[in-house]
């Protein structure tokens, strides 16, 4: 028994029809199933008006472009427009030199998005207007990045070239890669 339509369709034209038939088939009902088990639903804690994991945020100056970027395990913002970040890693980008990486326990920042306030263990890595890397160690920091500043008034360590510093608070600009250091300044060389 053959079928055909009427013009005599060959049985190579029936197998086309199918597998054109069931190729439509399956392009409805493949998204409509659902492709293995589905991500697990991310809760915000229920003070928080949106949470996120592995955050990565750019912003950027008036003139459009990237002033510094922000990547944290988590992110939550509240509705009070507090955002509070958890293993934070800052880099600052400056208008001449290498940019300045810092790196945080935590982070907040107030709703004018003004300041980004360190705690924790930070870390900032970046070169001494000497062109001489550093590293600078507080429990805590504020980062002001509209004027480009970084400041602490905690117990800081700066360690750059054989040189150690430490002091209670200090200043640095940005941009200009200057480190001040407030009070109670104690400073050692390595030959």
Do not use: C
């Amino acid at each position: 028994m053959t079928l055909a339509w009427p013009g005599r369709t060959r049985p190579t034209q029936w197998l086309l029809i199918i597998l054109l038939a069931a190729a439509a088939a399956l392009t409805y009902w493949l998204p409509h199933r659902g492709m293995g088990p589905s991500a697990p639903r991310i809760q915000p804690p229920a003070h928080a008006n949106y949470y996120a994991r592995d955050a990565r945020m750019t912003v950027t100056g008036a003139n459009g472009k990237p002033l510094y970027r922000i990547r944290a395990r988590e992110a939550l913002h509240y509705p009070n427009n507090w955002t509070e970040l958890h293993t934070v890693h800052v880099t600052y980008l400056t208008a001449a030199g290498p940019p300045w990486h810092l790196r945080a326990d935590q982070a907040r920042m107030p709703p004018s998005q003004q300041q980004i306030d360190l705690s924790g263990h930070v870390v900032a890595h970046g070169s001494l207007s000497s062109g001489a890397p550093m590293v600078l160690n507080a429990p805590s920091m504020t980062v002001f990045p509209d004027s480009k500043r970084l400041q602490s008034d905690a117990r800081v360590d700066l360690d750059s070239a054989g040189r150690h510093i430490d002091a209670v608070g200090m200043r640095s600009d940005l941009n200009t890669h200057e480190v001040e250091f407030l009070s109670d300044v104690h400073s050692t060389y390595s030959p």
